[in-house]
């Protein structure tokens, strides 16, 4: 095995360098795009790729209220799409039914609200174009008191029961669907 003197091949990093490395192993955190809106905690927003003529995807995100008044998400958009609602989904025997929630998703203090493949979503409908996987695609999240809040979604791959990230999913890909 060859050695070199210390200063040989690797000098010492200074304190630009050791900055320089921090940015760098901090950026596969940035990759989870989670953003903050008040006391809002926005985590991944996320969709899946779609095929080709497909007219319609789901929104799913996770909201966590850190603070002590409530708020809700009343709804939100995608650069894509010609509309957003915010839909619930509940199985009737063996098939899925959907609808839109009327007044939105509530979000009390203390609690984290889950948007999932198989639950509450937000539908994004009239696309204008086709979702591929690992695209990013403007949005935005409108909440009763912190407003509108300006996200990125990831496009996951069309079978993506959760976020690259690992979240759990569920997926009911294999039922009928009603609305």
């Known amino acids: 095995m060859t050695r070199f003197p210390p200063d040989a091949r690797f000098p010492r990093l200074g304190a630009l360098g050791l900055a320089g490395l921090v940015l ?23 969709s899946r790729a779609t095929p080709g003529g497909a007219k319609v995807a789901g929104g799913y995100v996770t909201v966590t209220n850190t603070g002590t008044e409530p708020d809700r998400l009343v709804g939100g958009s995608l650069s894509e799409a010609g ?27 203390g609690e984290t609200v889950k948007l999932a493949p198989g639950g509450n979503h937000m539908m994004f409908l009239d696309l204008k174009t086709q ?10 999240l409108v909440f009763e008191k912190a407003g509108t809040v300006p996200v990125e979604f ?3 791959s069309i079978a993506a ?19």
């Open 24 to 46: 760098i192993a901090s950026a596969g955190l940035a990759a989870a795009h989670d953003y903050t809106a008040g006391s809002l905690k926005i985590g991944h927003p996320w």
């Open 83 to 109: 509309r957003t609602e915010l839909h619930s989904m509940s199985m009737q025997g063996d098939v899925m039914k959907m609808a839109p929630i009327e007044g939105g998703v509530a979000i009390a203090p």
């Open 131 to 140: 979702l591929k996987q690992g695209a990013r695609i403007k949005g935005t």
């Open 154 to 156: 990831a496009v996951e």
């Open 161 to 179: 029961k959760a976020p690259a990230e690992g979240e759990a999913g569920h997926d009911h890909s294999g039922h009928k669907h009603a609305h």
